[in-house]
């Protein structure tokens, strides 16, 4: 029988807490909405859907739960994005130096992000971040682990981490309680887009 690793684990999300993501989703999802004949709100209005996954973002501008048009929107975000918004991105200042400190100091680290995982490779590869990382873990294209239980849940099972000596850092609700179902320990990340009441 394996045994779950007792060291000291930290997965940390993406949006809002390695990366600010914000123009390149505001700009993305504006074309995905005016793609499909809709108005957009505005970029502050649009940058609180920071985080949660885009199909339940899209879902909620739309108004509407009907699966084409759904997949619609996702489609023409995903255009726009992989071509430009991907990297209209930034690292949050301190996130280098601090996940340093925490690799010398020999805490595993991952990532957990709702973000597809081709894409989270990509801008982790891009900005220099990848080094720091035992394995990003990410959803499928299709969707699947898109939502933060799920795949908290399938990373402890894949790499026989202990629950009790793992940590999730995010700035989200969904990363908390994420965390909490799968009874491993939230940090919440006050820099990114999920305020302390959230």
Not at 101 to 122: C, H, I, N, W
Not at 161 to 186: E, Q, W, Y
Request: negative net charge; aromatic residues 8%; hydrophobic residues 40%.
């Amino acid at each position: 029988m394996t045994t779950a690793r007792a060291t000291a684990t930290v997965l940390f999300d993406l949006d809002g807490t390695l990366t600010d993501p914000r123009e390149g989703f505001v700009a993305s999802v504006r074309h995905a909405l005016l793609q499909l004949g809709r108005s957009a709100p505005s970029e502050s209005e649009l940058a609180c859907h920071i985080g949660p996954p885009l199909e339940e973002t899209l879902s909620l501008l739309l108004g509407s739960n009907d699966r084409g048009a759904i997949e619609a929107a996702v489609a023409a975000y995903r255009q726009r994005y992989a071509a430009e918004g991907i990297f209209e991105n930034c690292v949050y200042p301190g996130i280098p130096s601090a996940l340093a400190d925490l690799q010398a100091l020999g805490m595993s680290l991952y990532v957990a992000t709702s973000k597809p995982q081709v894409f989270a490779e990509r801008i982790l590869e891009h900005f220099g971040l990848m080094k720091f990382f035992s394995v990003v873990y990410g959803s499928e294209l299709d969707g699947a682990r898109s939502n933060k239980r799920d795949l908290i849940a399938y990373i402890l099972e894949r790499e026989k981490l202990s629950p009790r000596s793992t940590h999730m850092v995010g700035d989200r609700a969904h990363d908390i309680v994420g965390a909490k179902a799968n009874a491993v320990r939230p940090i919440g990340a006050l820099w990114g887009y999920g305020s302390r009441e959230e």
